[in-house]
């Protein structure tokens, strides 16, 4: 099997970790695996295909020349028949959008997607939010990875036969041994009985952390 992680992303935040997790852990069972990132003018090149280079990934760029580029779908379906991708997996709306009318133009790749969630700060991202919707709806599967999510792609008129909620899947054998945990409270001064309470994600307000801290 060959498949395309396509992402429009702007930095290595969850989704494209989760993106690259994956993507290693497919390889690594023997699925030919591409890394591909939409590449927004003056952004310089995405983050996530720097990470998946380092991790041995093939990589693509592809151009995106403004908020809409009505050619990118064409670029991606010549990549899709050249490399005669099975699989396009499709994270985010951008990608959703450009990933589904490039596979209707190669006519011989499926399209998933997988919902991490909708950022709708804003009138633009309101708009796109309802074009990934109406995307997702023509998809022949959806994942997503909550449940609050998966509440969401059932409003929005998906059939309950075609999503899913699977939750992201994450390699803890880095992070440390059995000693770890000990380890850490001892450099943090913490006693070996006192309560622990820790919280992972980025500091923006969407991550909501003033929630943990009041609670």
């Given at each position: 099997?060959?498949?395309?992680?396509?992402?429009?992303?702007?930095?290595?935040?969850?989704?494209?970790?989760?993106?690259?997790?994956?993507?290693?852990?497919?390889?690594?069972?023997?699925?030919?695996?591409?890394?591909?990132?939409?590449?927004?003018?003056?952004?310089?090149?995405?983050?996530?295909?720097?990470?998946?280079?380092?991790?041995?990934?093939?990589?693509?760029?592809?151009?995106?020349?403004?908020?809409?580029?009505?050619?990118?779908?064409?670029?991606?379906?010549?990549?899709?028949?050249?490399?005669?991708?099975?699989?396009?997996?499709?994270?985010?709306?951008?990608?959703?959008?450009?990933?589904?009318?490039?596979?209707?133009?190669?006519?011989?790749?499926?399209?998933?997607?997988?919902?991490?969630?909708?950022?709708?700060?804003?009138?633009?991202?309101?708009?796109?939010?309802?074009?990934?919707?109406?995307?997702?709806?023509?998809?022949?599967?959806?994942?997503?990875?909550?449940?609050?999510?998966?509440?969401?792609?059932?409003r929005c008129g998906i059939p309950?036969?075609?999503?899913?909620?699977?939750?992201?899947?994450?390699?803890?054998?880095?992070?440390?041994?059995?000693?770890?945990?000990?380890?850490?409270?001892?450099?943090?001064?913490?006693?070996?009985?006192?309560?622990?309470?820790?919280?992972?994600?980025?500091?923006?307000?969407?991550?909501?952390?003033?929630?943990?801290?009041?609670?």
């Amino acid at each position: 099997m060959r498949i395309l992680q396509l992402i429009s992303s702007s930095g290595l935040y969850g989704a494209e970790r989760v993106l690259l997790e994956l993507s290693c852990y497919l390889r690594d069972s023997g699925v030919q695996v591409h890394v591909g990132a939409l590449e927004h003018a003056g952004a310089g090149r995405p983050a996530v295909l720097e990470a998946a280079a380092a991790h041995g990934l093939p990589v693509v760029a592809f151009p995106c020349r403004g908020a809409l580029d009505p050619l990118l779908p064409l670029r991606l379906a010549r990549f899709l028949t050249a490399n005669r991708v099975d699989l396009l997996h499709a994270h985010n709306y951008k990608a959703d959008l450009y990933g589904y009318l490039a596979c209707l133009a190669s006519r011989s790749t499926l399209p998933l997607a997988t919902c991490h969630n909708w950022l709708t700060a804003g009138i633009k991202l309101r708009v796109f939010e309802a074009l990934d919707k109406a995307v997702l709806r023509r998809f022949p599967f959806a994942v997503a990875v909550s449940d609050a999510i998966l509440d969401e792609l059932r409003r929005c008129g998906i059939p309950e036969q075609r999503c899913a909620r699977i939750d992201n899947g994450m390699k803890v054998d880095r992070l440390g041994g059995p000693g770890a945990r000990r380890a850490a409270r001892r450099t943090l001064g913490i006693p070996e009985q006192g309560v622990v309470a820790v919280t992972v994600g980025r500091m923006d307000h969407f991550k909501a952390h003033h929630l943990q801290l009041r609670a």
